[in-house]
């Protein structure tokens, strides 16, 4: 385990609004996971992120499909602490944990969703490039633009987060999942 690079703030010793923040969270969540307590350092951050996190919390993806989309993304930036925390988030979702490793690999038992996966690791890939030829493939698996758009936006805060916990080493807390390095996007 290594040494994080920046500390959480202890929840209870905050003031202003990154303790605002962190009540919040404490409130949805029934705990403050280290990602939240460490953003706080960075008020406008973490508001930021729970802001965007809100906002496609409520779009047209399925929340099953979004674990499954924060795995493979996880997976391809090689960030343990997002592969833990959406292996324990994709489990309370009701994903199995044959289709949470699948997902950890970029992959899934459900065709429409490995469409969709392909896609979003092509964003991560290419930097967010992608053909027109890409994005008809999605359509015909049957996603909308409306969806499509969502992937691309999940990418993007999915990336966010990766970067995150990896610049600054983010102690993982919560359950092991067994050995992640196995389970690694190609």
Not at 34 to 55: I, K, M, W
Not at 84 to 100: C, Q
């Amino acid at each position: 385990m290594n040494t994080p690079i920046i500390k959480p703030i202890d929840p209870e010793a905050v003031e202003g609004k990154a303790k605002q923040l962190l009540d919040g969270v404490k409130r949805s969540l029934g705990a403050t996971p280290n990602l939240f307590t460490t953003l706080a350092h960075a008020p406008a951050a973490l508001n930021g992120y729970l802001q965007f996190s809100s906002a496609l919390a409520g779009g047209d993806l399925h929340p099953q499909f979004r674990e499954k989309l924060a795995l493979t993304i996880a997976g391809l930036n090689g960030c343990d602490y997002c592969t833990a925390a959406h292996s324990f988030i994709g489990d309370k979702s009701g994903l199995s944990g044959d289709e949470l490793a699948l997902n950890r690999q970029g992959r899934s038992a459900d065709l429409t969703s490995q469409v969709g996966l392909d896609f979003a690791a092509k964003l991560v890939k290419n930097h967010g490039s992608v053909t027109s030829e890409d994005v008809q493939a999605v359509r015909d698996a049957g996603f909308t633009d409306e969806r499509i758009i969502e992937i691309v936006a999940h990418v993007g805060l999915n990336i966010f987060t990766n970067y995150f916990n990896s610049a600054f080493g983010t102690e993982v807390d919560f359950p092991a999942i067994g050995p992640i390095s196995q389970d690694r996007v190609a």
